[in-house]
């Protein structure tokens, strides 16, 4: 018995190493948010604008596709394995990338910041025993990655030509573009304050609040 503790150690790591890293991922962001300051909008103004002008065209033309972002968890290993374009994002690109004659359409597409750090990325499926048969292999491969890290994942589906978002292993599915820009607007954290200005900002007039905001 005394032998056999080392090897249940070894077992319970090897069972619920997803477990494990799920936790270690939240006690990390947990522990690093009062030494660091929370980037609101880190993505950059209007960013998240072409990913839901870029998926609602798709959804229109029943076009898959598979957006990862990136937040605080790194993804080098899922773009080291894709091809890398570190290119400026835009609807053009992503509409491009996913056209079905595109030889980069199969996979994902990884965004960090407000760049598109690869295309063609697979990811890890989702194990999880219990989702719908009507999901197919984009939603399991965009459930599967924000199972182990904190990315947010909107995906298009062929078959439907519905729109979801993945965060933390959970899909929200059947989303329409205010849906969209309101779930991509909570899950990067883009504040209320700063979305309300930039609707009502009218072009030649000053914003007096622009340095509060940038300071938050």
Known sequence: MRGALLYIGVAIIVLFQS???QALITFGNRFRMPFTRRQHGQFGEGVYDEVI???TSLAS???GALIVI???VGLKNIIDGGVKLDAEL?????????NPESPLHDGAVVVRRHRVAAASC???????PRLSRDLGTRHRAALGVTEDTDAVAVVVSEESGLISIVQHGEIKRGLDAPKLRAAISE?????PKREKL????????PDADTEEIASI
């Open 19 to 21: 477990e494990i890293r």
């Open 53 to 55: 002008l870029a998926a």
């Open 61 to 63: 033309t029943k076009t």
């Open 70 to 72: 990136e937040r605080n």
């Open 90 to 98: 835009s609807y053009d690109l992503l509409v491009s990338i996913f």
């Open 122 to 128: 697979f990811l890890p499926l989702t194990l999880n």
């Open 187 to 191: 899950a990067l954290q883009v504040s």
């Open 198 to 205: 930039k609707h009502q900002e009218k072009p030649g007039e």
